[in-house]
């Protein structure tokens, strides 16, 4: 599973540090994400990283939000800076996983809301 969390209310130009936790039978994480949903509007990738370290942006995020991970802690961040209004989503942390029994497949979090205030 994964469980995400650090969402909220901010004014615009603050920052906030989402986290994602993964748990569970897990053989590897393969490529771990952020993704974003506003009313109205499809989800799209806001950032991804692979066990590799090589990160991928949306460009409106680029040289805002960085993506980083604690490969120890099974648990991956997304610290968002310079936020703007046109921000407000919800936030949604997505893992393509291995299991121990070697089974990949992408797992979603729950959600977590992001409110940018103007």
């Known amino acids: 599973q994964l469980q995400a969390s650090g969402g909220g209310l901010v004014q615009a130009g603050g920052s906030l540090r989402l986290s994602c936790a993964a748990s569970?039978?897990?053989?590897?994480?393969?490529?771990m994400g952020w993704y974003r949903q506003a009313p109205g509007k499809q989800r799209e990738l806001v950032a991804d990283i692979t066990g590799g370290g090589r990160t991928t942006y949306g460009d409106s995020v680029k040289g805002r939000f960085t993506i980083s991970t604690d490969n120890a802690k099974k648990t991956w961040y997304l610290q968002m800076n310079s936020l703007r209004p046109e921000d407000t989503a919800v936030y949604y942390c997505?893992?393509?996983?291995?299991?121990?029994?070697?089974?990949?497949?992408?797992?979603w979090g729950q959600g977590t809301l992001v409110t940018v205030s103007s």
């Open positions: 997505k893992a393509g996983i291995t299991t121990t029994f070697l089974i990949t497949s992408d797992y």
């Open positions: 569970g039978s897990i053989f590897s994480l393969n490529v």
